[in-house]
């Protein structure tokens, strides 16, 4: 994924098109038109097209995570939770 901020960075634009989010994601234009539809990613409709602004995607990063590395991250917090769960629970007291 940081791949993909890279390639943000370069092109040096402001507001990007849905089809262009879904390229740099590696996802389908639909999913993009989808979450865009249902409110979970913020564009602006311009005539029939959509743009979207550069610091949502960053957003947006986080709504494709693949559910195999979502199974590895959950795994991952567990383990933590079971060693070192009491000091995080102090941790949330303080």
């Known amino acids: ?3 993909n ?5 370069k092109e040096g634009k402001n507001y990007y098109s ?8 590696g996802v ?3 999913a993009i038109f989808k979450k865009i539809k249902s ?5 602006e409709k311009i005539g029939r097209n959509y743009i979207i602004p550069r610091e949502e ?3 947006i ?9 979502k199974k590895d991250i959950e795994n991952t917090v567990e383990r933590v939770f079971k060693k ?8 949330g007291k303080e």
């Open 28 to 30: 389908s234009r639909v």
């Open 61 to 69: 990063l986080g709504l494709f995570v693949p559910e195999r590395r």
């Open 5 to 9: 901020k890279h390639i943000l960075e």
């Open 39 to 43: 409110g979970q990613i913020h564009a």
């Open 84 to 91: 070192y769960g009491p000091a995080l629970r102090k941790l």
């Open 18 to 25: 849905a089809p262009e989010v879904a390229k740099f994601l």
């Open 57 to 59: 995607y960053e957003a």
């Open 1 to 3: 994924m940081l791949k």
